[in-house]
């Protein structure tokens, strides 16, 4: 975590950082996130309770709400804690008009710039500046918008350019700190490193573009890994696991991990999606059932019982295993499930 915080700096050297440790940081641990990316100007997350926390843990940097508040209750909260809230809609705005708050607070005014999910649309970003600028309890305002396409610049439906401009004029003249730019736009789009930007997924190795992370000078951060707990001899018309959706077509070797889909493993990874056996590359067979998968050990000499599986991560990019299963990287990460241990390793 900390040398991919370094490769997303060296790509917006004149930028501050807003590490995004959202949805448990991408699945590797809220506090473990915040000690990662303890260089990082600041951290941006969604779940109010967790900037509290981040707090309580010691953060005494800049801590974003990227959603903003969801209720009044959460006003209350951010102010104590001193947390910066993006607003993004006229409901935030009032709620943040009709406030009593004891403390200032430091406010990210959002733009639609294309995405149309959040924001404000770019013609009223004046009036609602203005608005804003008027509420006694409100100290810097700065601007961020989010990109639909970094990491596919020439979309047709919305070029970043587009975006880029959009966001440009609707802030023209406007004082204070802009931010643009998330993971594939810090590593592929120069242009667009503002005041400051807001890197995710690289953070944790991940891949944003079809570029693999390793060519980003990217490190995973997470290694999925188990082990072999059980092996079947079985020959040609055999087959294997729930729906017996995969059929040997010679005498094979099945080896089978302890790691399922209630471990966060995809359930919908289909044969052929890869898998590392003994340091070996071997695939998965079968259906991914809840505590287990099934993989080819045929081509894995040395393997047996205890051989160890990595199912992602150290030698085997997540993207690829994501890619095979028909998602992203993003989501795979996302989903560890609590059962899964965590060890913490030092290989930096
Ligand atoms: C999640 C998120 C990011 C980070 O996106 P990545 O693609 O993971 O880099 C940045 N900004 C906002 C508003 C987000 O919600």
Known sequence: MRHNLRVAKNCAPHSRILAVVKANAYGHGLERGMRGFAEA???????VDNAARLRQLGWQKRILLLEGFFDADDLQTIAVHQIDTVV????????????????????????????????????????????????????????????????????????????????????????????????????????????????GVMLYGGTPADTSAAAFGLQPAMTLSSEIIGIQHIAAGDAVGYGSSFVASGPMTIGVVACGYADGYPRHAPSGTPVIVDGVRTQMVGRVSMDMITVD????????????????????????????????????????????RIVESENV
């Open 297 to 340: 050990l045929t081509p894995v000499a040395t393997a047996g019982v205890g051989s160890p599986v990595i199912l992602w991560g150290q030698g085997l990019p997540i993207d690829e295993v994501a890619n095979a299963a028909g998602t992203v990287g993003y989501e795979l990460m996302c989903a560890i499930a609590p059962r899964v």
């Open 41 to 47: 100007d600041g951290l941006g997350l969604i779940e």
């Open 88 to 199: 993004h809609c006229v409901e935030q705005l009032q709620m943040l008009e009709q406030a009593s708050l004891n403390a200032k607070l430091d406010v990210h005014l959002k733009i639609n710039s294309g995405m149309n999910r959040l924001g404000f649309m770019p013609a009223v970003c004046r009036d609602i500046y203005q608005r804003l600028r008027a509420i006694p309890a409100v100290r810097n305002i700065s601007f961020i918008t989010h990109f639909a396409n970094a990491e596919n610049a020439a979309n047709a439906n919305l070029p970043l350019s587009e975006q880029l401009q959009r966001f440009q004029t609707a802030t023209q003249g406007l004082p204070g700190d802009r931010c643009l730019s998330n993971s594939a736009a810090d590593l592929m789009h120069p242009e667009c490193a503002a005041d400051w930007v807001r890197p």
